[in-house]
């Protein structure tokens, strides 16, 4: 058990390439830390630093308490579960899983009891007595969990260790790490592409982007109040439509959002989550609202509606994606009115039950404005406490 | 309908002309698959001929189908030359060139391809320049400095000089690159130092590059004539390749004797060809990884 500390730390490689800037995370004691970012953004570079196999530029790194930034990787008492899993071809399961504890010089017995145990814990005694090539893939991952675990180290560090595994298995096994760290607590920090098992697996997840720290929290947090239109876009699938707009007064309470030549009502306390409103109102803004926010408009119920024109949709089953032509301009996405296949786009996530939409539909949609979050146009995500 | 059979025909003389195609294929590799062997087999018939047949009929069938079978030729060689002498001479020498070679040039190759060191880089490059230089280009400076070393006719002057060896750090090198980094990556964080890492897991994992390793050195420094022609004078000392040199001009030439003397001199190579070839097996190394 320990906590894990990095302080501004940074990885500029031989080559120039920075791979990790300035970045600054502390993981409490047990915690289930989930780091996400696109490819490339450096996520395996901060394991391999955790796990010395790198050595930072700059900053420092603490594993319970102790600056490690210079110790082998041998001397650091964490685990790791490779991609690939790098499990060992010449030995068989079995000696995979002893292969930990024999480096400690654990006495035999003691190590043959721990082996059998977490073989046990795993489901992998009927094969121990195999090499990792005649083993299927969720059997391998397993075996590189065991091995992860089988010397209890203070931290657990996976690389996304479930990219190998079919869309079933991945659901099956995502719930058994999540499952098997609440009882063993220990830190734990999981790389991953997948903003899925991102928001189901961490207590908190760090999103990541080009080396920098984007914003951590709990998975909940960054779906709803995203701290820029990089976090906004990535959590969720699909992710968060974000369109150029401008703030309105209206009537009473209620202020007026652009969509395009339509307009969006919008109630003041929405609006004052992200600052006074009068410094909000007539100035160039970015608006999110995600794929949920918008529902099918009841017959005749023309409140908060917008009309616009299917582009096409997918049948889920247990809902349809709606992806219309964006009456207002997307952020990051050629101007509507382009060319046809240019066209920007935005996407409503609609039940399932109602009428299927066809390419080329009017369709009206009632928006919940109350899910409304505004970015300055510089896609950070406004505050009231700013 | 008409059609219909023409289709068949096409296909008739389609197969027709693949099964040709086969056959001739297989014609050539036999035909040189005879080229090759016919010397062999020449010097094995040959080896087993009572002398004063050999050499007449070399060019009739019964070069390879004798009708007279005899061991005297090999009783010869032993009567006539120190052979057993020569063959141990031969087997230690080369031997220890070849297991020394193993562990010098792996970890030579590992450290040129993993560890980082100062001066890696210069040592890489002459390395590689070694590989393109002949021994003929440096033997006499070789001799120089054995000889001031005074060790002339010995067992070591023969084998020292061989046991680095830069083809064999090179053949190392590049199969150490290849091999999947997180295994050793792996293995470090599970608590093993450079050298545990070295023996528990890249060691095993490199079969195939010994395997390739033994049997190149081994041809390479078999056969070797001109440097043991150089450092050494007695027979006490001397390998095969001298041995054959000097049995071949000692009179009577008897030609039953001399392939006798060539067959034993070539079976180690086949015996070593032998052990070595199933660890040649590929992709030993990438098995443990996704698949
Ligand atoms: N040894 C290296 N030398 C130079 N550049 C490197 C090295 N290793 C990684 N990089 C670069 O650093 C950046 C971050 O790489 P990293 O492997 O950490 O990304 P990642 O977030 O794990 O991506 P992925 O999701 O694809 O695994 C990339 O631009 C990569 O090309
Ligand atoms: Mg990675």
Redesign the interface.
Known sequence: MATVQLNHVEKVFPDGTRAVADFSLDVRDGEFLVLVGPSGCGKSTILRML???EEPTGGEIRIGGETVNHR???K?N???V?Q???????KTVRQNLA??LR??KMAKAERNKRVARVAETLGLTPWLDR???HLS?GQRQRVAMG?AMV?NPAVFLLDEPLS?LDAKLRVQVRAEIAQLQRRLRTTTIYVTHDQVEAMTLGDRVAVLLDGRLQQIGGGRELYDAPANVFVAGFLGSPGMNIFHTRLHGGEGDTLELEFGEQRLAVPEEAAARFGRVDALLERPLLAGLRPEAFSPAEDGARENGVRVRVAASEALGYENLVYFESPAPVFGQPAAGGEEHAAARMVARLPAAGPPSATGDSVVLTVDARRLVLFDREGKALSAKD | MNGRKEHRLTRIRRRTAALAAGAVNYLVLTAAALLYIAPILFMVVASFKPDERVLPEAGTWQAFFPDEVTLDNYAAVFRRVPFGRYMFNSLLITGSIVGGGLVVNSLAGYALARLQWRGRGAVFRVVLALMILPLQAIAVPLFYQTTVLGWRDTYVVQIVPFVANAFAIYLFYTFFLGM?K??E?????????VW?TLV??VL??AKPAFAAAAITTFLMYWGLYLWPLMVTTHEDVRPLPLGIATFRTLPPIQWGDIMAFAVMMVAPVLVVFVIFQRWFVRG????????
């Open positions: 796990a010395g196999l082998p990787p041998q650091r964490v685990a790791m490779f690939q899993y790098a499990l060992y071809p010449h292969f930990p480096m400690m090499r990792p090539k893939g091995r010397r190998n | 999947p997180e295994l990556e792996a293995a470090r964080i599970d608590g093993a130092g545990r528990e897991i095993p994992n030993v190394a990438t098995t443990g990884m996704k698949g």
